[in-house]
Each structure stands twice: as C-alpha cells, then as structure tokens.
C-alpha cells in the first residue's frame, strides 16, 4: 500500500470505553472543591462540572493538569500551580489533579474497563493489511488498563503519560504524543493516519501533517460530529468497522 503505512489510536473512548470513567472522575473532583473556590467578580457559586459537554470540551485527551487549568480558566478560577508532591486536594492546579487521579484510580480498581466490540477485528485487519499500528494517551493508566483489556499485544507501539512525561513531550493539541508513536512505527507523519475521539486530537493530528485524520463519534452526536469537522478531522466515523475502507481509499 503506498499511502498509509501506520496508524495511531487515542486510546480513551477510541479503543476503551474509559472516557465514562474519567468524565466522572472529573465530576466528582471538579465539584467537591467548587464550594471551596470563589470564582473572580461572581457572587453567585460556579456552576458543577458538565461531564458530557465540558469533559469533551475542556479535558477529554488533555493531560490532568492541563485538563485543570481549561477548567479552572472556564470558571474564571485562579489557583498557584503547586508541585507535583502536593497530595489530592482543592489548593492548587497539582492537588486538584491528584484528587482526579486518586479518583479515577479507585473506580477502575473496583470496576476495570473493556475494549469496544470493534477493536480486536479492526486492529487483526490492519495487521492483514501490513499497517502498523500504535495506541496513544495522555494517560498514565493507559498501559495497564490496555494489559487489563488484553489489547497491548495488539499493537507494535504504545506512547503514554509515562513516555511523555520522561521524553517531557507537551500535550495536545500539540502533536508531540502522536508523532513520537508514528516514529516508532517506522514512518513519518506524511505516511500516518490519527483516529481520536477528542478535539483537541484531531488537532494535534492536523498540526502533525498527518496524511489522515479520521474522528470518532461512537455516541452520534451531530455536534461532536461537527466540532471534530471544525478542528481537523478529514472524516468521522461511527466506529472503527469502516476504518480499514477509509484507508484503502485514502491515497496521496
């Protein structure tokens, strides 16, 4: 095939269904600490996180403390950075990150998580077909929660929150993540297709000159349908069955 050689997946909402886990993760920390955060010039509280539209606007495939700040800056909300030693809690941009980790970690202990129907059959075609294939997140929990589901020896490259924070990679948008991926796989982004659920991926795919940017809408939704549209994606798809057929007939 002389177009796309290589693809990479986001992993939340895209190969996992996850993204329910991590928007209520977001909620429960989001709104414990607004009673304790008085935003600037409103006399009246903030209003409680909206774990559809906000996680897929503010945090949904941002890193935790850059999923804080969008919040934060939403609400008009100042709090200091802190450090990466502060423990959970609602001081600082490093705390409320914390609490949303410690959060997300105890659901997925006592519930875990599953691969979507579509995953295993697309990724056996891809392999058919001699296209590489990586699983991207900005996740730290997405190695193992891709072990849990069986799915790692699925793919020939995985790049997570881990990989970014000791290659100090930046976060989407930016195509840091996605390009580190496409380059394990032996390929340059001009050979590379970007599959994402978020918008802030398809941007990062835009950005990153990739040769296809394909959306995922699973919950077909016309305006998350849109905004992908919008912010880069060439195509969106209901799911994965009808990504191999985009691929064949994607050629540059």
């Known amino acids: 095939m002389n177009g796309v050689r290589a693809v990479v997946f986001d992993t939340d909402g895209v190969l996992l269904a996850s993204a329910a886990l991590h928007a209520a993760a977001w909620k429960a920390a989001f709104d414990g600490c607004l009673p304790l955060w008085p935003p600037l010039g409103a006399v009246t509280p903030p209003q409680p996180f909206d774990a559809v539209r906000e996680y897929r606007d503010l945090v949904d495939g941002r890193s935790r403390l850059d999923g804080v700040r969008a919040f934060l800056a939403a609400r008009r ?39 979507f129907e579509d995953v295993r059959p697309v990724l056996w075609r891809l392999r058919a077909m001699h296209i590489g294939c990586a699983a991207v997140s900005a996740s730290r929990h997405a190695r193992p929660l891709l072990r849990s589901a069986d799915l790692i020896g699925l793919f020939d490259a995985v790049v997570t929150g881990e990989d970014a924070a000791a290659l100090v990679l930046p976060g989407k948008p930016d195509p840091a993540l996605f390009l580190e991926a496409v380059d394990r796989l032996g390929c340059g982004p001009e050979h590379g297709a970007v599959v994402e659920d978020a918008v802030v991926g398809v941007e990062a795919g835009r950005r990153g000159r990739f040769s296809l940017v394909v959306g995922l809408d699973r919950d077909g939704d016309p305006h998350t349908a849109s905004a992908l549209l919008a912010h880069g994606a060439d195509l969106v798809l209901p799911g994965l069955d009808g990504l191999p057929a985009a691929l064949q007939g994607h050629q540059r």
């Open 77 to 115: 909300i100042d709090l200091p950075p802190g450090t990466p030693q502060d423990p959970p809690g609602c001081g600082t941009v490093h705390a409320v990150a914390a609490r949303k980790e410690a959060i997300f970690t105890d659901r997925v202990r006592n519930g875990g998580v599953e691969a």
